[in-house]
Nanobody, 114 residues
Framework: VQLQASGGGLVQPGGSLRLSCLVS????????MGWYRQAPGKQRELIAF???????NYKDSVKGRFTISRDNTKSTVYLQMNSLKPEDTAVYHC?????????WGQGTQVTVSS
């Protein structure tokens, strides 16, 4: 299984980005999927996840600003990020959940700075 995250970049506070993550080599529609991030000097954390049925859940720090979605026909999970803050700066990854984690991809860097 390969996880290819993209869409990161440098954005000013208050800006928006849309991340994509293509998942290849798995039966994507059968996987709950999550977006994770790892800021410098911090542990990787799960910030949003979406079930196979489309139910979503968010970490409090991103609730109301980030939206996770999936397109099973494209084996892709998305993260729409609005109202970005400097503390959102991190490398963002997608992966499965719990015991269903795949080898981590390189992720995509998001930097929020003026």
């Amino acid at each position: 299984v390969q996880l290819q995250a993209s869409g990161g970049g440098l954005v000013q506070p208050g800006g928006s980005l849309r991340l994509s993550c293509l998942v290849s080599g798995s039966i994507f529609s059968g996987d709950h999927m999550g977006w994770y991030r790892q800021a410098p000097g911090k542990q990787r954390e799960l910030i949003a996840f979406i079930s196979t049925g489309g139910s979503t859940n968010y970490k409090d720090s991103v609730k109301g600003r980030f939206t996770i979605s999936r397109d099973n026909t494209k084996s892709t999970v998305y993260l729409q990020m609005n109202s970005l803050k400097p503390e959102d700066t991190a490398v963002y990854h997608c992966n499965g959940l719990g015991s269903n984690l795949y080898p981590w991809g390189q992720g995509t860097q998001v930097t929020v700075s003026s």
